[in-house]
C-alpha cells in the first residue's frame, strides 16, 4: 500500500471515534425526549442541547489528523502492511501515541533534542547579551572591550 492509503485509512479509523461519541449523544438526546412508555415530551430538548457540532467538528479533524499521520508513520517505516491495521490504528492513534512517549528510548531522545535546542538557544542568548564586538564593523579583529 502506498502512504496515502495507510493516511487514508487511517483518518477514517479516526473518525470513526469521533462519529461513536456522536452517536451516543445522539441516542442520549432522543431517550431523552421520550417519556417512560415511548411517547414524545411536550416540552423535550433541543439538538444543541446534547450535541455540540462546533466541538465534534474540531475533533472529528483532529482525530482523524492523528489517526492518517500514525498509520501512515507505521505503514511507511513497514510496522503494518494492511488497511485493516491501519483503520484500527487510526482508531486507537491517541492512546498508541501516548503509550510510544512513555518509551524510555523515545523519551530520551525527545528530551535530548529538546535539551540541545535550549542548549544552544543559551549559547546564542549569552553572547548576544555580551555586548557589541569593539571594532567589529572596522576590521579591529572582533575582540571585545576587554581584550584590547
Known amino acids: 500500500m502506498a502512504g496515502w492509503q495507510f493516511a487514508m485509512y487511517g483518518a477514517c479509523g479516526g473518525a470513526v471515534v469521533e462519529v461513536l461519541s456522536l452517536l451516543h449523544w445522539v441516542s442520549q438526546w432522543q431517550e431523552a425526549r421520550r417519556t417512560p412508555v415511548g411517547r414524545l415530551k411536550k416540552n423535550a430538548p433541543t439538538w444543541s442541547t446534547y ?7 474540531a475533533l472529528i479533524i483532529l482525530r482523524g489528523g492523528l489517526g492518517a499521520g500514525t498509520a501512515t508513520l507505521f505503514g511507511i517505516t513497514g510496522q503494518i502492511s494492511g488497511a485493516y491495521v491501519a483503520v484500527a490504528l487510526g482508531f ?8 510510544l512517549g512513555g518509551i524510555p528510548q523515545i523519551a530520551a531522545a525527545l528530551n ?9 538557544s543559551e549559547s546564542v542568548t549569552a553572547a548576544l547579551s555580551e555586548g557589541p564586538v569593539e571594532g567589529a564593523d572596522k576590521g579591529g579583529g572582533g575582540k571585545t572591550a576587554d581584550e584590547h
Open 112 to 120: 535530548r533534542d529538546s535539551i540541545t535546542d535550549s542548549a544552544s
Open 51 to 57: 450535541v455540540d457540532w462546533k466541538v465534534h467538528t
Open 92 to 99: 486507537a492513534a491517541p492512546s498508541v501515541l501516548s503509550q
